[in-house]
């Protein structure tokens, strides 16, 4: 059993929850995609798939990636709630193309430092904060040119 399946386990026994094969299903979909996904394309993959889970199943297995620590729910702007692995991942922060919704994701050691030295400066204790910057992105800029 993955740490991952370990952790899923924890929390659905400790919320008096089933145990399914569906649930870790979608669990080894999600982690072997390793990309902001919407509950729908997720379906989608595992249907291609041979899996029958459905979509509602889904949603519900991911709100329970969420509420575990698994997983994240990301809102980039176009109105699609993406799910993203945040359990045992180095933190980074993304760069989302407004035409083609493409998103980068981005370590800079440097805009970190500079967070610490402002929430330093202000007495202020960070816990977590999301970078995410909005444009467009080289294919885009190329074809508009």
């Known amino acids: 059993m993955t740490k991952e399946e370990d952790i899923l386990k924890k929390h ?13 299903a979608v669990l080894k979909a ?7 996904i919407t509950a729908e394309e ?6 291609d798939k041979g899996a029958s889970v459905g ?3 889904i949603y519900r297995t991911l709100n329970l990636f969420c509420e575990s620590g698994l997983a994240e729910q990301r809102q980039f702007g176009d109105g699609q ?12 922060d ?7 919704n493409k998103i980068i994701e981005f370590e800079n050691r440097e805009i970190e430092k500079l967070q610490e030295e402002v ?6 204790k960070i816990f977590s904060h999301r970078l ?14």
């Open 55 to 57: 979509l509602a199943t």
């Open 30 to 36: 999600f982690m072997a995609l390793e990309r902001h």
């Open 119 to 124: 929430a330093k400066k202000h007495h202020f």
């Open 42 to 47: 997720l379906y989608r993959h595992m249907k």
């Open 132 to 145: 995410e910057l909005y444009g467009t992105c080289a294919t885009c800029t190329k074809n508009n040119k």
């Open 94 to 100: 993304h760069l989302i193309c407004r035409q083609c």
């Open 12 to 24: 659905i026994s400790k919320h008096r929850l089933k145990v399914t094969k569906e649930r870790y």
């Open 81 to 92: 709630a993406r799910y993203e692995l945040t359990y045992n991942v180095n933190h980074h």
